[in-house]
């Protein structure tokens, strides 16, 4: 079954922790998207990979970091930096030569 | 960066009923993406527009890529139950990586 996974569903942490949220693709994608989603906003780009070994911020990269060792995998970290971490996180992914974006099922993260 | 103006923000309607949408950019998108989202889950993709003027169609959900090409439209006809949920719209310019996204339409329908 094809897909992008997102784990764990719900993550719960205290302030001043990181915490990693997990993305996966068996799409065989090249492109990996982290975008954060707040309730009257539209999906906002955390990060975004093009291809392995290569990462871009995006428009609020602050207080996040990202690897891309390998082309399924595209993990987010949420470090204490981030002044305003409770959010929706969704991962997304496409092909290169094809602009429709496919996203995982979330992450809803809560700082307390 | 760039967020897409989309209205209606909400929408109360009947059963049966036809509804509309639509999402307007202040600059020009190569594509055009129509998404539906459930409480709690991610966005599932519904059409992907290509081309100004294209007319497509999945099921009872129809798209139109604006000809001016700042704007898309989203119509779903006869609505059921089960299309509650929030519909948003992304666009993709010609250069860069970046996606824009609309704020969301709101669709609750009254059976």
């Known amino acids: 079954d094809g897909g992008i996974t997102q784990s764990p569903k719900y993550l719960f942490r205290k302030e001043g922790q990181n915490v990693t949220l997990s993305c996966e693709q068996n799409l065989n994608h090249d492109a990996m998207y982290w975008y954060r989603q707040d309730p009257g906003q539209g999906l906002r780009l955390i990060y975004y990979s093009q291809i392995v070994n290569d990462f871009q911020k995006g428009d609020i990269a602050e207080g996040y970091s990202v690897s891309r060792e390998k082309k399924e995998s595209f993990p987010l970290t949420v470090t204490s930096a981030q002044k305003n971490p409770t959010a929706f996180y969704l991962c997304a992914s496409r092909q290169t030569e094809s602009y429709e974006q496919y996203f995982g099922p979330g992450t809803r993260l809560t700082v307390t | 960066g760039q967020q897409l103006n989309q209205s209606p923000q909400s929408m109360f309607i009947q059963e049966g009923e036809d509804v509309s949408m639509n999402c307007t950019s202040s600059s020009i998108f190569n594509t055009w993406l129509w998404y539906k989202q459930d409480p709690g889950e991610g966005p599932v993709l519904l059409i992907a527009?290509?081309?100004?003027?294209e007319l497509t169609s999945n099921g009872r959900l129809t798209a139109q890529f604006g000809i001016t090409r700042k704007d898309s439209f989203l119509n779903i006809s006869a609505s059921i139950p089960s299309d509650v949920g929030i519909y948003f719209c992304a666009g993709h310019p010609n250069t860069g990586n970046q996606f824009y996204f609309g704020t969301g339409t709101s669709l609750t329908v009254i059976p």
């Open positions: 527009l290509y081309k100004a003027g």
